[in-house]
């Protein structure tokens, strides 16, 4: 048995409270049974934004007769773009082992952690397997993966993750892509700008379900002019012979009894590459926590209180293990907090307020704060305004579609805003900065000046113009106003 102050499981965000414990001169234990950095370095956010930029530029070189240039791509090196980014990736992940490899605080074990007692694990797997070893705090940070929907047959053919679709070194002639979240609308746009032919079912009435509705159906509606589209359809099945993938879909519907609809015809639809993007479930039910007191929900992430302490004495959790929001920024956002509870002199609530989302496709979207229907649902007053990017000297400029979303309640409190557009992460910065650091009101964007005419005035023009009132009593108003953003 090895004594430790400190142990991480996990080599994402839980790196950084890790690191503040070695600095403090705790002895600290690394177990991670992957490469280094985690699921956004390797195979999430680092990785896809790299490709997905590529994906950026090509479709500006396409777009170039709208501004009267005719320009034609001659070739792509799809395989050495793929293969850059995936040796970047590879270099970082080595190097923050080698960071921990000299360091004489850190030890780094090789293997999957798996809970003995309340702060005991033995690693099993890798080079450290049947090694056991103990700390006075363990950080639970072991992430997330993919979840395999229950689809009949999928467990005998060979479909691809996202993990796997970002080290494809040649773009299928037909994709077919089962989920419609932000991964599915990320990769659907990368690889449909390198030439893939794209199909997409998806469960949710629109793509983007975790976006304010409006935002989703006109992202939805843009998609459904890129490929094919099959929103409201759940895949029930899928084949694979020679090479080629068969995925039935049949007909779903959402709200009460939610499930398959009845005598509604489906869908079949084929392709040469199948990418499962249907969400992501939690890494702990591979920790053994039956041997410790820490609780799960009823989804599989790890329960904590609003400081991140599990329910077992001294032991923390944190990241996508925990499942508050999958967002790397979140992750990190979180360890600060951890950081601050266990070696600061008080303990202070994580706080989600202002935690903004982007999704880095073809068009952009981009949130933070309150979507309308969950304002609607809880009967809450507010108020509304939206502003179009061509409605602005550059987005005009830029020809660009898209609109920026405000809502307030009525004494000008800023409760969400949405964004679908060109720059929609950058964008959505100056509202998450007043929302988090300034009065948390319309006029801290109102009153702030613009450059003129740079692309930010299309968020200032949304928080300038007039808002219509929304809540139950103007709920037929106001989607009577709304109905041009379609």
């Given at each position: ?171 299928p002639d037909h994709l077919v892509i089962v989920g419609g979240g932000y991964i599915a609308a990320e990769l659907a746009h990368f690889f449909g700008t390198f030439g893939s032919d794209v199909t997409i079912v998806g469960r949710r009435p629109n793509l983007l379900p975790e976006a304010d509705e409006e935002v989703a159906a006109a992202f939805t509606e843009r998609y459904a002019d890129r490929f094919t589209v099959h929103t409201g359809h759940a895949a029930t099945s899928v084949t694979e012979s020679d090479g080629e993938f068969t995925i ?239």
């Amino acid at each position: 048995m090895e004594e430790f102050d400190f142990l991480v499981i996990g080599t994402g965000s839980g790196l950084d409270v890790a690191n503040v414990a070695a600095e403090q001169g705790q002895s600290v234990a690394v177990v991670e049974k992957g490469r280094l950095g985690g699921t956004c370095l390797n195979r999430g956010c680092i990785p896809s934004k790299l490709l997905l930029y590529h994906a950026d530029v090509l479709e500006t070189i396409e777009r170039a007769d709208e501004f009267k240039i005719d320009a034609t791509v001659e070739d792509v090196d799809f395989a050495g773009i793929v293969r850059e980014v995936t040796e970047e990736v590879h270099d970082d992940s080595e190097s923050i082992r080698r960071g921990l490899s000299s360091s004489p605080q850190h030890s780094l074990f090789d293997g999957e952690a798996r809970f003995v007692d309340e702060r005991t694990v033995e690693i099993s797997g890798g080079e450290d397997d049947g090694v056991r070893l103990r700390a006075e705090t363990v950080l639970v940070a072991a992430g997330s993966r993919p979840a395999i929907p229950d689809i009949d047959g999928i467990e005998a053919v060979d479909y691809m993750t996202s993990t796997d679709a970002l080290q494809l070194e040649t773009p299928p002639d037909h994709l077919v892509i089962v989920g419609g979240g932000y991964i599915a609308a990320e990769l659907a746009h990368f690889f449909g700008t390198f030439g893939s032919d794209v199909t997409i079912v998806g469960r949710r009435p629109n793509l983007l379900p975790e976006a304010d509705e409006e935002v989703a159906a006109a992202f939805t509606e843009r998609y459904a002019d890129r490929f094919t589209v099959h929103t409201g359809h759940a895949a029930t099945s899928v084949t694979e012979s020679d090479g080629e993938f068969t995925i039935e879909a049949h007909p779903y519907e959402y709200g009460e009894g939610a499930g398959l609809a009845d005598g509604a015809d489906t869908v079949s639809v084929t392709g040469d590459e199948l990418l499962v993007a249907a969400g992501r479930v939690s890494n702990a039910d591979t920790l053994n926590l039956d041997a410790t007191s820490v609780e799960t929900d009823d989804r599989g992430f790890v329960e904590t209180d609003e400081y991140l302490r599990t329910d077992a004495e001294g032991v923390w959790a944190l990241g996508d293990v925990v499942g508050e929001y999958l967002l790397k920024h979140n992750a990190n956002h979180e360890a600060q907090t951890v950081v601050w509870n266990i070696f600061g002199d008080d303990l202070q609530p994580v706080d989600y307020s202002a935690m903004p989302f982007a999704v880095f496709a073809s068009p952009e979207v981009a949130g933070v704060g309150a979507r309308e229907e969950e304002l609607r649902a809880e009967s809450r007053e507010y108020a509304t305004n939206t502003h179009r990017y061509g409605d602005t000297a550059r987005g005009d400029a830029m020809k660009a579609e898209g609109f920026v979303k405000v809502l307030v309640d009525l004494e000008g409190q800023i409760l969400g805003c949405h964004i679908i557009g060109p720059d929609a992460s950058t964008l959505i910065q100056e509202v998450v900065v007043a929302m988090k650091s300034g009065s948390g009101t319309v006029t801290d964007v109102r009153e702030s000046v613009h450059i003129h005419p740079a692309l930010p005035e299309v968020v200032q023009r949304a928080f300038s113009g007039q808002f219509t009132r929304g809540g139950a009593e103007h709920h037929e108003h106001h989607d009577h106003h709304h109905h041009h953003h379609d």
